[in-house]
């Protein structure tokens, strides 16, 4: 079981550190609340996008006399609102999020998954957008829905700060089971190592199956992708279902290891990428802050 305090998750330093990003919405399906991302939804906004003609019951305020001048007929004119983007994050803590890496001063997949999530919803919530946090380990776990408001922030962070890791993995039933919400579509932040025992492929299938525009954010441990401390006849125990396998690990397994190792990294990337997401690997023995900025352009996650 891993758990951590607030502080030990977000401190002061590290929120100074967000203050300059925010999330920039390519588009905002209609229906949210007002808040600051800019909505296909046309009304009562400040971006002038088109005009229409006038129906009885229309403001006033909005008639574009200009028009009514040349063309001696009434518009009106139509502007885009300002609405909230919704972020959900589905959050993998299961038993192998916990493992502790061996690099000097790393952090638990775990603790970091946590931060990356603390830290995405503390730029969402700062500018009204509305957040949700879906955990699961071996099934889903109880969630933090409907978070809105910069005052939810601290109940958000002493929510993830008490949340353990531990159970088994269930990663392609998270998904499928977070894909059959009736959400409005949104950004979708998907934390998590990425291992299920259904493998790399049906984690893929059931990504795309995903409504939402995904975001992909792996904590990963420093050579994980090619281990080379495991040489030699080995008994390989998996964490989380105690099963084993008798391992003879030689360099042509380190090298197949790593290939599909990558081809799977690369094949997350390119998926998120065609869905106008983003993929991101951050090291458990590196800051985060700097790793999280390179998906922000200029201080702007575009999504």
Not at 67 to 77: E, S
Not at 247 to 253: G, I, P, R, T
Not at 282 to 302: E, I, K, S, Y
Request: aromatic fraction near 8%; proline fraction near 5%.
């Amino acid at each position: 079981m891993s758990t951590t305090t607030a502080a030990e998750l977000f401190d002061p330093a590290f929120v100074r550190g967000l203050e300059g990003l925010r999330m920039l919405a390519r588009s905002v399906p209609a229906g949210g609340r007002h808040a600051e991302q800019r909505s296909r939804a046309r009304g009562a906004g400040q971006e002038f996008t088109d005009v229409r003609a006038y129906v009885a019951g229309d403001d006033f305020r909005t008639v574009d006399w200009h028009v009514f001048l040349r063309l001696d007929k009434v518009f009106v004119r139509l502007f885009l609102e300002d609405q909230d983007l919704p972020v959900y994050f589905v959050l993998d803590q299961s038993a192998s999020m916990a493992r502790q890496a061996a690099a000097p001063g790393a952090m638990s997949r775990s603790v970091v998954a946590r931060r990356v999530v603390a830290a995405l919803a503390y730029v969402a919530l700062n500018h009204m957008d509305r957040v949700a946090v879906f955990p699961f380990a071996s099934e889903p776990l109880r969630g933090l829905p409907g978070l809105s408001g910069k005052g939810a922030f601290q109940r958000l962070l002493a929510w993830l700060a008490a949340l353990p890791a531990t159970g088994g993995t269930g990663l392609c039933e998270a998904l499928r089971s977070f894909g059959a919400r009736r959400l409005r579509r949104g950004l979708c932040v998907v934390v998590t190592d990425g291992f299920d025992a259904r493998g790399a492929d049906a984690v893929l299938a059931e990504l795309r199956r995903l409504p939402h525009r995904p975001l992909i954010v792996r904590p990963v441990h420093a050579g994980e992708d090619r281990p080379e401390h495991l040489r030699g006849e080995i008994r390989a125990v998996d964490c989380e279902s105690g099963q084993h396998l008798e391992l003879s690990v030689d360099d042509a397994l380190l090298d197949r290891y790593r290939a599909a190792y990558r081809k799977f990294e690369e094949e997350l990337a390119a998926f998120a990428q065609s869905r106008g997401g983003g993929y991101l690997a951050v090291r458990t023995d590196q800051p985060l802050l700097p790793q999280l900025a390179q998906v922000f352009q200029h201080g702007v996650l575009t999504v």
